[in-house]
């Protein structure tokens, strides 16, 4: 197993099945944010709720962002103008 640095400010690590290191969540000093390392625009009031948008919107395996499909919307049928 690798050894990574993390910063010093690192809460909460996820693993994966593999128990590798894919994701932690950390405060921003200088914002006054927390943050998913996976995900760093993202900034939350608390280190929970960075949890709870990781565990809902991240892949467990890999820590990355899940790619969703927005379901297709049927085209709307246009009356034809005579």
């Not at 128990?19 to 950390?26: C, F, G, K």
């Not at 405060?27 to 809902?56: H, K, M, N, Y």
């Amino acid at each position: 197993m690798c050894s990574v640095a993390l910063p010093l400010n690192v809460k909460t690590r996820f693993t994966n099945s593999r128990n590798q290191l894919v994701a932690w969540t950390w405060f921003d000093l200088q914002r006054g944010t927390w943050r998913v390392s996976t995900v760093p625009i993202r900034t939350f009031g608390s280190d929970s709720e960075a949890v709870a948008f990781f565990r809902a919107h991240c892949d467990p395996e890999t820590g990355l962002l899940r790619v969703t499909r927005m379901a297709r919307q049927p085209k709307a049928r246009r009356k034809p103008v005579w």
